[in-house]
């Protein structure tokens, strides 16, 4: 897709003439981070730098992803 944003899309495996059902990808310019496990507790957090995309996976029941970033006090910070 163009443009940065939250999509709907269908993919094809390569090779298939079949089509997955339709998926939420969400397309950035940022730069992406993805976690280091462990960071299951806030010690072991995985450490970004705003603005970014954060790339997570729950690998199991339970499973907590921890990451941790510099703020400014009064200054809005947006999660999405």
């Given at each position: 897709?163009?443009g940065a944003?939250?999509r709907?899309?269908t993919f094809?495996?390569d090779g298939?003439e079949?089509r ?31 603005p970014?995309?954060?790339?997570g996976r729950i690998?199991?029941k339970?499973?907590?992803?921890h990451f ?13």
């Amino acid at each position: 897709p163009d443009g940065a944003g939250v999509r709907t899309v269908t993919f094809s495996p390569d090779g298939s003439e079949s089509r997955t059902n339709p998926v939420p990808v969400v397309v950035t310019d940022l730069p992406t981070v993805r976690e280091t496990e462990p960071n299951d507790t806030p010690k072991q957090a995985t450490r970004i730098s705003p603005p970014c995309g954060v790339n997570g996976r729950i690998g199991q029941k339970r499973d907590l992803d921890h990451f941790v970033f510099a703020a400014t006090k009064g200054k809005p910070v947006r999660l999405e």
